[in-house]
């Protein structure tokens, strides 16, 4: 689930995915929703995994692996 706090500003000042670029953040969201409206992939096929399954996931694992530190890098300490 995406929320608010995983986005940035990049520096041309478009909303981004943290870690993503503008055409990344918006092929992201469409894959998103071509996978949602497309269902589950096939159960007894070896390599269940469509194209767009497999970039949706490269790119979801590239935003995350960014995110994690930036969200650390700005909490706070009380």
């Given at each position: 689930?995406?929320?608010?706090?995983?986005?940035?500003?990049d520096?041309?000042?478009?909303?981004?995915?943290?870690g993503?670029?503008?055409?990344?953040?918006?092929?992201?969201?469409?894959?998103?929703?071509?996978?949602?409206k497309?269902g589950?992939?096939p159960v007894?096929?070896?390599?269940?995994?469509?194209?767009?399954?497999r970039?949706?996931?490269?790119?979801?694992?590239?935003?995350?692996s960014?995110?994690?530190?930036?969200?650390?890098s700005?909490?706070t300490?009380?």
């Amino acid at each position: 689930m995406i929320k608010d706090d995983d986005y940035e500003l990049d520096s041309a000042g478009n909303r981004v995915l943290i870690g993503l670029t503008s055409d990344e953040t918006a092929e992201f969201f469409r894959l998103d929703e071509i996978i949602s409206k497309s269902g589950p992939p096939p159960v007894n096929d070896n390599d269940w995994y469509r194209p767009e399954d497999r970039r949706w996931l490269e790119l979801y694992e590239k935003h995350e692996s960014a995110r994690r530190p930036f969200l650390k890098s700005s909490k706070t300490v009380h």
